[in-house]
């Protein structure tokens, strides 16, 4: 079977096994690690329509229109993460990582998308376990 294997795959070896496991075990790690302290930090009503989500009201229309733009690229790239971490065999939180970055994007019929993930069961659940675990308090819906 080792022979057969390795016509696909020539360069497995025991060390690149071994470096995958590593890369596996610390991306899965720090992506769950980043994904559940935001998580934590949101606000409980982060969720609910009466939330204000308006950001850099207060400054230069050049330096907030630049930081929606950055946070429209991050969020997008976390989609793409998250979309990548949801294939099975792919370490970290897919599902939550594609939340987190559809909550930095700004389109139509946003509120409905993250209402309609964040509302199922098991996601909302996970959540507030989450959220429970670090003393905060449930999202609110």
Do not use: C
Request: aromatic share 12%; proline share 7%; no cysteine.
């Amino acid at each position: 079977m080792g022979n057969w294997l390795m016509q696909f795959v020539p360069d497995l070896t025991w060390q690149n096994i071994i470096l995958g496991i590593i890369f596996f075990v610390v991306t899965f790690a720090a992506s769950s690690a980043l994904v559940s302290y935001v998580l934590v930090r949101l606000p409980a009503t982060f969720f609910h329509p009466s939330h204000d989500r308006a950001i850099l009201v207060d400054r230069h229309h050049v330096v907030r229109w630049s930081g929606i733009l950055v946070k429209n690229i991050i969020g997008f790239v976390l989609v793409l993460l998250g979309i990548i971490m949801a294939v099975p065999g792919v370490p970290g939180p897919g599902f939550l990582t594609i939340l987190f970055g559809i909550a930095l994007l700004d389109f139509p019929g946003k509120r409905w998308l993250e209402y309609k993930i964040v509302s199922r069961p098991k996601v909302f659940q996970a959540i507030n376990a989450l959220r429970r675990k670090f003393d905060k308090p449930p999202l609110v819906l």
